[in-house]
């Protein structure tokens, strides 16, 4: 089923779009930005998707685990 959830192109392309939308508009730091947005729209399951397709580029599983704990720490 997760193998199924992470190929399935269809069901993320509106979640996509509005995230591309807003992380057009930019800030300081584009991938950390990216990171707080997948957590709010979909929480942990979609930050870990996301980096695993590799949209997250040169962040590491560890420094995503470090953003991911804080935005579950202090919400």
């Known amino acids: 089923m997760l193998r199924f959830w992470l190929k399935s192109d ?3 392309e509106f979640g996509d779009a509005i995230r591309k939308t807003i992380l057009d508009v930019g ?3 584009p991938l950390r ?3 707080v947005f ?3 729209a ?3 399951a979609s930050i870990y998707r996301t980096w695993l397709v590799g949209d997250y ?3 590491t599983i560890g420094e995503v ?8 720490k202090y919400g």
Request: charged share 20%; hydrophobic share 40%; no cysteine.
């Open 10 to 12: 269809e069901s993320f």
């Open 42 to 44: 979909g929480g942990l």
């Open 65 to 72: 685990n470090e953003i991911a704990a804080e935005l579950v």
């Open 57 to 59: 580029q040169s962040l």
């Open 33 to 35: 930005s990216m990171v």
């Open 27 to 29: 800030g300081d730091h």
């Open 38 to 40: 997948d957590y709010t």
